[in-house]
């Protein structure tokens, strides 16, 4: 993971509450990226043409959390006519300065006004605490977008000098939307069992003395957040599994996606006992399934299966 060699502007389309969300929708420049298929990585350049890299973000207002919503829809058509000019699907993305979003490249035959619909399903992660039965029901959100090139020219490109060095560039500054990085071990609730570094990526361990609501248990429960180091951002859509040896037995449970107000986007499941002392051992099955923008696109991908006892962390 590293810095990467420029820092590029934003401009803002527009936002709007659909539902239980609140949905951004912005641009920059084109822009090349990784994508990952299981554990394969194809790289996604810049096709010839005048384009945006249009990029979306959904969270909850109530609690600030943003929201993993899998690859939605977008259908951009012509304002005028309504005739539509492309549809795909918005990849689920990760990047230094926007953190998680969803986003691609979208090429635009002429300057002019365009109208852009977004289709978001019911989110897939379990839904825990207050967010238990939230996010339920599809939403589509649409937006107007004026796509002229003496516009997109002006959107500032920043030449970083730390470029090449390890670490990562500060989240985009904006008091229009949460920056998608999680909470600190210290505000997470549960006892802290500690972290574990393992692909780049931060395992924060929590052990709750009682499963919250939306977890069919009344035990203890097991809560991981994998994140980024630096910005703290999550890192979505990863198979994982963890085997606990408690009293001299090992249980092993893979852990499932979750969201909860306080916990965030996390991986957790019930275990029968689980206490401090005890010994974990995390094992990846599958990388974050996210397209990565420069920086990460060496990071998240290969994982050692990592073993902490409860409470000796950090």
């Known amino acids: 993971m590293h810095i990467p060699a420029h820092q590029d502007g934003m401009r803002m389309v527009g936002m709007a509450e659909v539902g239980p969300y609140m949905v951004a929708m912005s641009y920059t420049l084109l822009h090349d990226f990784w994508i990952l298929t299981g554990k394969e990585k194809s790289y996604v350049q810049i096709e010839d043409g005048q384009g945006l890299h249009l990029m979306a973000t ?8 943003r929201i993993p919503l899998g690859s939605p829809p977008v259908e951009v ?52 605490g207050e967010y238990r039965g939230r996010f339920t029901d599809a939403v589509d959100a649409e937006f107007d977008l004026l796509f002229r090139t003496d516009i997109t020219n002006n959107i500032r490109e ?53 499963a919250p609501a939306g977890i069919d248990s009344s035990g203890p429960y097991l809560a991981v957040s994998a994140r980024t180091p630096y910005n703290q951002y999550p890192l979505p859509f990863m198979g994982l599994r963890a085997t606990v040896a408690n009293a001299g037995e090992e249980v092993r449970e893979p852990l499932k996606a979750a969201i909860h107000p306080e916990l965030g986007y ?49």
């Open 58 to 65: 959904v969270w909850d207002p109530e609690y600030n959390q």
């Open 158 to 210: 920043r030449f970083v000098d730390e470029a090449g060095q390890a670490g990562a560039l500060e989240p985009m500054e904006t008091d229009m939307q949460p920056d998608g990085r999680l909470a600190d071990a210290a505000s997470l609730p549960g006892e802290h069992g500690g972290i574990i570094e393992s692909g780049a990526a931060e395992f924060v361990v929590q052990v709750l003395r009682r």
């Open 266 to 314: 996390h991986y957790g499941a019930p275990f029968p006992a689980i206490a401090m002392g005890d010994d974990v051992t995390l094992s990846v099955g599958a990388p974050p399934q996210v397209a990565r923008h420069r920086g990460y696109q060496t990071a998240f991908l290969e994982f050692d299966d990592t073993t902490l006892t409860l409470g000796d962390g950090t």
């Open 77 to 128: 058509r012509d304002a005028a006519s309504g005739d539509s000019v492309t549809e795909k699907s918005l990849w689920p993305m990760l990047s230094q300065q926007m953190g998680p979003h969803f986003g691609d490249n979208v090429a635009f035959p002429e300057e002019g006004e365009y109208t852009v619909q977004l289709s978001f399903d019911p989110v897939s992660a379990r839904q825990l």
